[in-house]
């Protein structure tokens, strides 16, 4: 035992316990910098992830290819069922393929009529997903499109059909979208066709929350949800997902995008989302700058 | 003495592979539904058992390089994580002589009180700044999936990748060299 002892001591010179706290008070500071000034923390993770992930991609690609590929070989076992399901989901698609049509031209002469015209702004770049989060508790993707083809903080995604997130974190080659189902997610939203406007909040779960409603008895299940443009952050129109009420009786949202594969998504090109610069002002307003001359502060 | 130092860097660089091999697989962008079932933390089990083992082979600095890596690329607060995976190991380090000659059951004990330990710090500092966690559940399956594995790391890395207590002459050629 006294051996041991001595060994003990011996093995942690004073050396290694200075070392030992010098790396974890090093770590400990770009903790609380992190908790402090986020978005510049965030900003330098975007960048370590642009520099990583990428080189992993030679790997990366073949390895997630193949995993899917032994994915829809196991599907293929379940072929002719699938093909009858196919068969009675085409007929009822061709009614709506009808319908649409009719619809489609109806709509073009009435917006001919109007003089209206589609908001020129909304372009999209698309993009490939790269990586997801690496972790069960953080839903988001990595897109191989960044700031090299003028990606910003805060624009939309979408996959062909409805919203998967937002943008939040962009490295020269990489941007990071936080998906809808984040728990950090929440979309101002509009519930068709009641027009009650209420947040679409994710929480881990494959249907995110609607949260916020003013009046829950105008909305029923099935209701269309669509973006609302509140807040400037996104574009309003884009189409969320239906209305669900979950076995407790909560409404929540059956999300239209396919998130089980997300591997193509559009990211819109929308201006006037504000920018996010710094760590937001939590003791209260900034001053007006050069609003008072010395003077009149002077007299007040 | 110089295979001995040949020894010690490729384990060092052996240990960084497993690393990125473990975020790798982590990154996949397999599943992209939220509703996925926590796995366990590779990471910490395999830093944990090597600590244990072969002290030489996980010098604080890689821990703690490594254990950030992880943090950034996994969405995680950047360094609260690695800071107490860097104390854990510490501590093993120091009871791993006097844990010599007791059987794995009170070895993989130990770890375990550590890994619940570590999580629960984490959790608890992330609420004293009051950043926005996780739900409990799926972190508690986590905590007991990472201890589950754990043997299974320790039989990996003793019979696959010669990770093994060192032999008293082992020891003492450590002792000689450090």
């Known amino acids: 035992m006294a051996k041991d002892r001595s060994q003990r001591d011996e093995y942690t010179t004073p050396l290694r316990r200075l070392l030992l706290g010098v790396v974890v008070l090093c770590l400990l500071a770009i903790f609380l910098v992190w908790r402090i000034d986020s978005p510049r923390v965030e900003r330098f993770r975007a960048q370590v992830v642009d520099r990583v992930v990428p080189s992993m991609e030679w790997a990366m690609v073949p390895v997630t290819a193949v995993v899917n590929l032994a994915r829809d070989f196991q599907s293929y076992q379940r072929l002719s069922e699938q093909n009858q399901e196919l068969r009675s989901e085409l007929r009822l698609m061709r009614a709506w393929k009808e319908a ?11 917006l001919d009529l109007n003089n209206v015209r589609l908001d020129p702004r909304l372009t999209y770049i698309t993009g490939v997903v790269m990586a997801d989060s690496g972790s069960p508790f953080r839903q988001s993707v990595l897109l191989n499109v960044g700031e090299r083809d003028g990606i910003t903080d805060g624009w939309a995604t979408m996959d062909g059909i409805g919203v998967v997130g937002r943008i939040s974190g962009v490295g020269p080659d990489t941007a990071r979208v936080i998906l809808m ?51 400037g952050v ?12 979950d076995p407790g009786g909560r409404l929540r949202v059956r999300l239209s995008a396919d998130f089980e594969r997300l591997e193509f998504l559009r990211v819109l090109r929308y201006q006037s989302a504000p920018q996010i610069r710094d760590p937001g002002d939590i003791v209260g307003p900034r001053n007006p700058e050069a609003a008072l001359t010395p003077s009149e502060v002077g007299d007040g | 003495m110089d295979s001995a130092t040949s020894q010690l860097w490729s384990k060092r660089v052996l240990y960084l592979i497993l690393a990125a091999l473990v975020l ?87 770890v375990a009180v550590v890994i619940t330990g570590v999580f629960m710090l984490n959790r608890v500092i992330l609420a004293i700044v009051s950043v926005q966690q996780a739900a409990l559940g799926p ?18 890395s003793q019979n696959a990748l010669g990770v093994r207590r060192a032999t008293v002459a082992n020891t003492n050629a450590v002792g000689a060299r450090g």
């Open chain 1, 234 to 245: 996104f574009p309003g129109g884009l189409l969320i997902g239906q209305i669900t009420a």
């Open chain 2, 139 to 156: 972190v508690v399956i986590q905590v007991v999936l990472t201890i589950a594995v754990y043997p299974l790391i320790v039989l990996l």
């Open chain 1, 100 to 110: 649409a049509l009719q619809l489609e031209q109806e709509n073009a002469r009435l």
């Open chain 1, 181 to 231: 189902t984040d728990a950090s997610s929440a979309i101002p939203a509009t519930i068709q066709p009641s027009g009650q406007t209420a947040l679409i909040t994710g929480d881990n779960t494959s249907a995110p929350a609607v949260e916020f409603l003013e009046n829950r008895e105008l909305v029923r299940p099935g209701d269309r949800v669509v973006t609302s443009g509140d807040g």
């Open chain 2, 24 to 110: 790798f697989l982590h990154l996949l962008p397999l599943d992209t539904k939220p509703d996925r079932w926590p796995f366990p933390d590779l990471l910490i089990a395999l830093t944990f058992a090597w600590v244990l083992r072969r002290p030489e082979y996980v010098p604080t600095l890689l821990i703690a390089i490594v254990m950030l890596m992880a943090d950034l690329l996994l969405q995680r607060p950047p360094g609260l994580l690695a800071a107490l995976v860097v104390l854990g190991a510490a501590y093993l380090r120091s009871a791993a002589f006097g844990m010599r000659d007791s059987g794995f059951i009170s070895e993989w004990s130990t």
